[in-house]
């Protein structure tokens, strides 16, 4: 089984940024997504940055380096930008919506659906595969049941060799998406406002109840759990039914303390109590999402 | 532009049609569509009458399959379509891409509809469809500016049908895990977002307090109007400052965009509501009606009257009502 590095989810000064990644060379993790998945007003980095760095990881690590782009594309200048992402030449791509899933099938090049790519069942899987898919990664919101029920349908149908299949395993879940920037909103600015304010928050912001219970982060448009997902006790699990890459999300330094982490329990599994303050693994075991099984 | 109005039942259908709806769209019985709730939609017996009613007064019916067909359930998607075709559906609304290779393979020559559940906010997404399953009507999501849609309109080579009136989804639908975060069930999977059998209301010292799966989603004071605990909808506290951190309880209403929507070439004005009674029905469709008529009659003297925004502020949750995304400054 491998281990990623997923896409950095949050706005973080392009100094943060390019610090985390020279971590990451050294870390041990086997494959390394990165770029803007949230919002194409986020330019610390732009393209051509993102790509640069990219390679820059692909010439000095033996990694594998894959371009993640945008869930929620609006306008035609951030088609304009995808497009050169798509066509970038040598590096993978990550498909967050369907028209990278489109741009891919007419470059006719492989690409990974990402997690908020719906896919819920085989005969999407198999629409996918025709379109160039070779990864995939199921929404967070499903269960290891539901997962291993759709890897056993493309072993009977004889097309489990033709994807590998990854898990969102570590951090905090990307939930939901809107035209609205809930940051802003959270400093009474509009959108067109922003001043890009979500740099000042490289966590996002908490969003509890009225009685302290942590609900939500606000990360820009993008509405994230409070609570960090954490499967390490179902690594051993994910290794038996057949899960290929096991993805670590880029929340924070931590995240290298969790790939180690993550790949001991792979070679010595041991009980690992979750924290009910600050983790959660419910979706996994089909219950409330923000709950711990 | 087709008035499309929504029908949780037979009576609710009936009324669309009599008050002026060019269209109904309606579900089944069963967790294939995204308004599952208890004591709504039609059972085979009941879609075949809507069918009837429908069709004698030369309208039209679409029925919306549009949650995401479950791994170990895919035949009762395949099935619901089926059931349509069977009855006579003018068309599929679908949101799974598997379900749409399905309707497309089978049933070439019935129209399908792109759901908003899919979540197309662009070009190259809208191509995908069109390429893949010959689609030949795209729903758009609550997430696009006036401008954005109109940019759209121009390029798309599939028609666009929007939303126009009714409760209002901030998130890219489709694309929104908050209510199985905080319950297990969301949209995409059971048919409901934030679903009843969840909600508790409890009078306390502090208030009429509502929770979905025990997490407070608001506390009212006695002269505050109590809405239904949507998780979006509530008040939370960020930072120490309580507020409606992601929005406020209210609808969308946009019978001020007619001419604009009329001068892009949007073919058809969707109303939310499935889950509504008939006279909420009767209300809306009568209140569009009369607001389509004026504008085809007179596009120069178009204006909205006071009368129509009143009756439907009246239905509206927390009785306002926003243009949302369309409107720049909202987002």
Aim: hydrophobic share 40%.
């Amino acid at each position: 089984m491998k281990f990623s590095l997923g896409p950095n989810l949050f706005f973080w000064p392009k100094t943060d940024v390019e610090q985390f990644y020279q971590q990451a060379k050294t870390s041990c993790a086997d494959i390394i997504y990165l770029g803007e998945t949230v919002c194409s007003k986020r330019r610390e980095l732009k393209a051509k940055d993102w790509l640069a760095l990219g390679r820059e990881l692909a010439h000095d690590t033996n990694k594998q380096i894959v371009i993640s782009t945008m869930t929620l594309l609006e306008s035609p200048a951030e088609i304009v930008t995808l497009k050169k992402l798509c066509d970038n030449g040598d590096l993978l791509v990550e498909a967050n919506d369907l028209s990278a899933v489109q741009i891919m099938h007419d470059l006719n090049m492989p690409f990974v659906a990402g997690p908020a790519i719906n896919c819920y069942n085989l005969s999407t899987l198999k629409v996918l595969l025709k379109q160039g898919m070779t990864r995939w990664l199921m929404p967070v919101e499903l269960s290891g049941d539901w997962l291993k029920t759709i890897l056993i349908q493309a072993e009977d149908d004889n097309i489990r060799d033709k994807f590998e299949c990854e898990v969102f395993s570590w951090g905090y879940l990307p939930l939901a998406y809107s035209a609205r920037c809930f940051t802003a909103r959270s400093e009474d600015r509009p959108k067109d406002d922003c001043k890009y304010c979500c740099i000042n928050y490289p966590q996002g912001r908490k969003m509890n109840s009225r009685e302290g219970e942590q609900v939500f982060v606000l990360n820009g448009i993008q509405t994230m759990s409070a609570y960090q997902y954490n499967l390490i006790n179902e690594v051993n699990q994910l290794n038996d039914m057949g899960v290929d890459i096991v993805r670590i999300s880029s929340d924070s330094e931590q995240a290298f303390t969790q790939l180690d982490k993550f790949k001991q329990q792979l070679l010595t599994p041991v009980k690992h109590p979750l924290d009910l303050e600050s983790e959660c693994n419910g979706f996994w075991h089909k219950i409330a999402g923000m709950s711990v099984a | 532009m087709e008035l499309l109005c929504p029908a949780g039942n037979l009576p609710a259908l009936k009324t669309a049609i009599d008050n002026g709806a060019d269209a109904v769209y309606i579900g089944l019985k069963d967790d294939t569509n995204a308004r599952h709730f208890a004591g709504l939609n039609f059972n085979d017996g009941k879609l075949a009458k809507a069918a009837d009613y429908v069709h004698q007064r030369g309208k039209k019916l679409h029925v919306a399959i549009n949650t995401f067909a479950h791994a170990s359930g895919e035949e009762r998607w395949k099935k619901a379509v089926d059931n349509a075709v069977a009855i006579g559906t003018d068309a599929l609304i679908i949101a799974d891409l598997g379900v749409l290779d399905y309707a497309a393979t089978k049933y070439p020559d019935i129209e399908r509809h792109v759901s908003v559940q899919a979540s197309t906010t662009n070009l190259e997404a809208i191509k995908f469809f069109k390429n893949n399953f010959d689609v030949q009507r795209v729903v758009l999501p609550r997430v696009l500016s006036v401008q954005q849609v109109r940019q759209l309109a121009k390029t798309s080579p599939v028609p666009l049908e929007v939303f126009a009136f009714g409760s209002l989804c901030i998130m890219a639908e489709g694309r929104c895990y908050l209510s199985s975060y905080m319950t297990g069930e969301s949209p995409n999977t059971v048919g409901a977002c934030s679903p009843a059998k969840y909600v508790r209301w409890q009078e306390t010292e502090q208030g009429l307090e509502s929770r979905l799966n025990n997490v407070l989603i608001d506390r009212y004071q006695a002269d505050e109007n109590a809405g239904y605990p949507t998780l979006c909808k509530g008040r939370f506290d960020v930072d120490g400052d309580v507020y409606h951190a992601l929005e406020e309880p209210t609808s969308l209403n946009t019978l001020e965009l007619i001419p604009e929507l009329m001068s892009m070439g949007i073919v058809s004005v969707k109303i939310e509501g499935r889950q509504r009674s008939p006279a909420y029905v009767e209300q809306v469709a009568k209140t569009w009606r009369m607001a389509l008529d004026r504008y085809q009659q007179s596009p120069e003297d178009y204006q909205v009257e006071g009368a129509w925004m009143q009756t439907l502020a009246n239905l509206s949750e927390g009785s306002q009502t926003t243009l949302g995304a369309y409107h720049r400054k909202w987002q």
